[in-house]
């Protein structure tokens, strides 16, 4: 006699042949580009409403939206070679398509802040595809690699048709998305010009994984107990990282100190109010995160 | 006979779901499936002078643009027959005026969902703003109306009132007064609204594949709205990834594909995207309490008043109505406490806003957040302990079955049990010790419980005393077995995860003596299943597994009868068990049921007259409602630096009577504390002044992840329920009904030694910082 084994219910419907996307860009072209030369001829061809395509993680979800409607999308992520993080004359430098993980993944003496910081990097499929140039190219004033850049003084460079240049990070983030890169250009790579041993970053959001309702970083340089220089970059107060103007040259590496220095950083900032929370609840923030991440940092 | 019931049985569902081969409404596009995208309004409150679809039409790919007036303006209209309710017409699309943000005008047929998209961007809408209704503070002021000539409020029902009230509060030991505030929420289905329409030809039908808890009344909805008999649609929810309520009422959208589908005579489908379902789809638990309650020195509750106002959003929800919210507000406010004198005003307010249905728990989160917070009020007013106050007024063992003054009667529970043991339970893994040791380190801390019971499976005798024009309630099983002695059971209740397939099989194969893996669940098909009411209000169990539970006990019988005029004994004396129909106190006596099976289809001339002619049985179900219980406690710790308030250990210990199966009742609490926590800590949807939604992605809408929700242990007591077939309650909302008013009270003990005090959810760490 036959007998046939039943496939479960599970095996019997297999049929999904017809997949479909309900993703609703507006129209656009896509283009994959090969190695820089070549996205810096194709992004001159396409024109300025091309956007370069390096993870995305953040310039997808707002086409889907349809808050970015670039016309065409020049994928850089096939191109060898800028993924890599490389001591370069005591500091460090980050290739423009590492991605988060990798630099979560990868210690590098005076640099731990980087790999820690990568924690608070969305979730873990975000920071598998997101890359590190992507996020400085997107400019969220509260990215964490935007922060760390300004704190850690780092150089941004671009490539374009009028050849290298490097960036300030200081100067490189103008505001809302906006940022000094051309059209036309790519970032290459960001270049760290030091060590930075005393530095963390903190933040807060309600659930794990979120955009930072703020988020601070600090930067130290410390003598036995006293501190002879420092930093401290905040995001979410602005519409780009905002360094506070605090020195704490000279003062002991204590709570009361990190305490001052929060007060004081929180009465610096006019910070926006919005569905995550009130100007007056993100000074009050400031004031903790502040305190924290100096304290994360001196430690 | 309970071999099953009651089993550890992994869900049947479980497979395919992991595996990804569940069947969703959005894998059902074939080659030639349409896509829709709807028009949507920008404002809150506008007239629309004039649809312009002429370049819409123009765009690539783009079939039909079609209006209100295109389809002859249809509407659902949800009545519920008192004079102290205002009806209002919900528009399929709207053709004069919009009323809330989101509100569909038109909707776009095109070949692919990115041309559709194209096309919704190039109609061009004329719109003639007007004023706006964004809360229940300008709806009672009434400068502007929603619908005209309302007032704005659709509902008003005193339910109850009592001479007596102002002497006991003028005379009480403790009168307290205080205002609840709960914010609007979503029911967040993983799964959003979705729907596949298409013409059958062959059965003059259009079929309507639609992700729904409630295919009947979907087709009802979509007969009544278009003008035809009810044979002529077929409603068919496949795989439907949650509902939580936002599911439970006809969609507009659900109406216009059908008659899109009949227009084009092509499959037409819609998936809503994640904005959609944020901002066009249903919402819930927008209320405020105004409450005045008094209390004896020994903290026993006196007299209690309430005005219970609900925003109900811009229409109501068909067939539910508006008036569900304030109704069961009105009704169940004492819940479990014995409140010897009771007032209750509910009114439902019209706004500029999605309309609300029945989400996960409806009113009872909030009524039982009220009276834990009064509980907590009283004790630390009177200087009773917290958690003895309670029991002080609660309903005790021996007092059941209790009518309240509310004219509730509430069947046996384990009110008392399961504080008790929710106290011991705690103080035995050490939780005080750890409120503590989060004190030490800088954290403030904080227990709370919240102690509440749940009123499930309302049948017509207590649906009808809400006098819809449509009363669900019952519900209709049958049960087939075949000729190889396997089981089909169909069923009008329509489980979207919640596991039917199991454990209506492990109640079928009880009765009948077979294993649950030859039970096969047939449900959501209208053309398959009687006239049933879907799945909501934790009534499937009860209901519908009531309902087969019986059919499959006629069925028995007739398999008894069977064996005994083939074994030669008496009915009595079979016993049906492991596949096997025994005579009992002979064990080597027995014939396989598939051969029983076998005999009465295949060689039914064998058989006496009462015993031919197939095995099969239809029975209906109709209880009047059964309570389940329990207690919920919570340790929160709130960051003073940062005001964030996490919760990091649960515990309930429930009471749902019979439980047929231990994993799917634990599943069912974890997800509904999840939900309860959500709304007390996180979810909150918001407008702005102009009725603007403003939490309109999942970035801005905080519903909780796995890094948020710590881990929830469960307790079971069982208390069976004699209203049930089964000795089962409903047991579907309580998590989302206990777990608010529990965290509450942990984070206003948490603040307590600060004089900060909150009634209200969400409560967010900015609120503990100002």
């Known amino acids: 006699m036959v007998k046939y084994d039943i496939p479960s219910s599970s095996e019997r419907s297999e049929d999904k042949d017809t997949e479909w996307s309900v993703v609703k860009p507006a129209a656009f072209t896509y283009h994959r580009a090969y190695d820089v030369n070549d996205t810096i001829a194709q992004l001159a061809e396409l024109g300025p409403d091309a956007k370069i395509l390096a993870g995305g993680q953040s310039l997808v979800a707002m086409m889907n939206f349809r808050l970015a409607r670039p016309s065409a999308l020049v994928d850089i992520t096939r191109i060898g070679g800028l993924d890599f993080l490389a001591k370069d004359a005591g500091g460090l430098r980050i290739g423009a398509l590492t991605r988060h993980r990798t630099v979560e993944t990868t210690k590098v003496d005076g640099f731990e802040v980087l790999s820690k910081a990568a924690r608070w990097i969305g979730h873990y499929p975000i920071r598998c595809r997101g890359t590190f140039g992507g996020s400085i190219a997107h400019g969220d004033s509260t990215a964490e690699w935007c922060l760390l850049t300004v704190l850690l003084e780092a150089w941004i460079v671009l490539q374009g048709p009028r050849g290298r240049r490097e960036v300030p990070a200081t100067e490189f983030f103008h505001g809302f998305f906006m940022t000094a890169a051309e059209p036309d250009e790519m970032i290459v790579e960001v270049r760290f010009p030091r060590p930075a041993p005393h530095a963390a970053l903190t933040e807060f959001s309600q659930r794990q994984g979120d955009f930072a309702v703020v988020a601070a970083s600090a930067r130290l340089d410390l003598a036995e107990n006293e501190i002879l220089t420092s930093r401290i970059v905040l995001g979410g107060v602005g519409p780009q990282p905002a360094v506070v103007d605090v020195d704490l040259a000279g003062q002991p590496a204590n709570e009361e100190t990190w305490r001052a220095a929060g007060e004081a950083a929180a009465a610096q900032v006019d910070p926006p109010s919005d569905g995550h929370g009130s100007g007056a609840y993100r000074k009050k923030l400031t004031a903790t995160l502040v305190a924290r991440a100096l304290a994360e940092a001196a430690a | 006979m309970t071999a099953w019931v009651g089993a550890r049985v992994p869900r049947k569902e479980d497979r395919r779901m992991l595996l990804g081969r569940g069947r969703f409404v959005a894998d059902m596009a074939r080659a030639n499936t349409l896509h829709a995208s709807f028009v949507r309004s920008p404002y809150a409150s506008a007239t629309i002078r004039s649809i312009d679809v002429s370049a819409a039409r123009q765009v690539e790919g783009v079939l039909e643009v079609l209006t209100g007036k295109d389809l002859g303006d249809p509407f659902l209209q949800a009545v519920l027959e008192r004079d102290e309710f205002t009806p209002t017409k919900m528009p399929m699309l709207a053709t004069d005026r919009v009323r809330f943000a989101s509100e569909p005008v038109a909707v776009v047929i095109a070949e692919d969902a990115y041309a559709a998209e194209d096309g919704a961007e190039a109609v061009e809408v004329e719109w003639e703003t007007g004023p706006v209704v964004p809360d229940i503070a300008a709806a009672l002021e009434a400068a502007t109306e929603v619908h005209s000539g309302t007032g704005n409020c659709l509902v008003d029902l005193v339910m109850f009132d009592d001479p007596a009230l102002p002497g006991i509060f003028a005379n009480a030991p403790l009168t307290i007064e205080a205002t609840f505030r709960s914010a609007r929420v979503s029911a967040l289905p993983m799964e959003g609204r979705a729907t596949l329409a298409e013409w059958d030809d062959r059965d003059g039908q259009v079929v309507v594949h639609t992700s729904t808890q409630v295919p009947h009344q979907t087709r009802s909805g979509i007969a009544q709205a278009l003008g035809i008999p009810e044979r002529s649609v077929r409603v068919i929810a496949p795989d439907v990834g949650g509902g939580f309520g936002q599911k439970c009422v006809v969609s507009r959208e659900e109406v216009v594909l059908a008659a899109a589908a009949m227009r084009l005579r092509r499959p037409v489908i819609w998936v809503e995207d994640r904005q959609e379902n944020l901002t066009a789809s249903v919402h819930g638990h927008e209320q405020e309490y105004e409450v005045t309650a008094a209390f004896d020195a020994d903290g026993r509750i006196l007299g209690l008043s309430a005005d219970i106002r609900c925003d109900i959003g811009a229409y109501s929800v068909y067939p539910f109505t508006c008036a569900v919210e304030p109704l069961m507000a009105a009704t169940e406010l004492p819940g479990i406490y014995k409140v010897p004198a009771y007032r209750a005003r509910g009114r439902g307010f019209a706004t500029n806003k999605a309309p609300t249905a029945p989400y996960r728990g409806v009113s009872r989160p909030q009524i039982v957040l009220v009276m834990e917070r009064l509980m907590e009020k009283a004790a630390a007013r009177l200087g009773v302990d917290a958690v003895d106050i309670r029991r002080r007024n609660m309903i005790l063992p021996g007092e059941f079955p209790y009518t309240g003054v509310n004219n509730i009667t509430y069947d046996e529970g384990s009110y008392l049990e399961s504080l008790d043991l929710t106290e011991k339970k705690i103080t035995e893994a050490g939780w005080y010790a750890e409120r503590d040791r989060l004190r030490e380190q800088g954290l403030f801390a904080g227990i709370g419980f919240s102690c509440f019971s749940e009123r499930t ?179 929160v710790s709130v960051d003073p630096g940062t005001g964030e308030i996490r919760a990091r250990k649960f515990m309930v210990v429930e009471d749902c009577g019979v439980i047929i199966n231990p994993l799917v009742v634990d599943g069912q609490v974890r997800g509904g504390v999840a939900q309860g926590i959500a709304a007390a800590l996180y979810e909150r949807i918001t407008f702005d002044q102009e009725g603007q939604p403003t939490s309109t992605t999942l970035m801005d809408y905080l519903v909780p992840t796995a890094g948020e929700i710590c881990p929830i242990e469960i307790h079971h007591l069982e208390t069976p329920s004699q209203f049930s077939e089964n000795g089962s309650k409903g047991m579907g909302e309580g998590g989302t009904i206990g777990a608010p008013a529990a965290v509450l009270n942990a984070i206003n003990d948490a603040l307590a030694h600060r004089g900060i005090e909150f009634d209200h959810i969400p409560v967010l760490p900015e609120d503990v910082l100002s």
């Open chain 2, 457 to 635: 499976a309302y049948g017509t005798p207590t649906m009808s005393q809400r006098r819809m024009r449509m009363t669900p309630g019952y519900d209709t099983a049958h049960v087939r077995m075949d000729p190889s002695g396997e089981v089909i059971v169909t069923t009008g209740t329509s489980g979207h995860g919640q596991g039917h397939e199991t454990t209506f099989a492990q109640i079928v194969a009880d009765q009948l003596g077979i294993h649950p893996d030859q039970v096969r669940l047939r449900q959501g098909d209208t053309d398959l299943t009687s006239y049933g009411w879907g799945t909501f209000g934790s009534r499937s169990i009860v209901i519908g597994g009531g309902a087969a539970r019986k059919a499959a006990g006629t069925v028995a019988g007739r398999l008894r009868k069977v064996a005994a005029h083939l074994l030669e004994v008496g009915e009595d004396d079979v016993e049906l068990t492991q596949g096997e129909a025994g005579v009992r106190g002979v064990p080597d006596v027995s014939l396989p049921i598939s051969e029983l099976a076998r005999i009465v289809h295949f060689q039914t001339h064998q058989l006496p007259e009462e015993c031919r002619y197939g095995l099969e049985a239809r029975e209906s179900a109709d209880p009047p409602g059964t309570f389940s219980n329990a207690c919920h406690a919570v340790l």
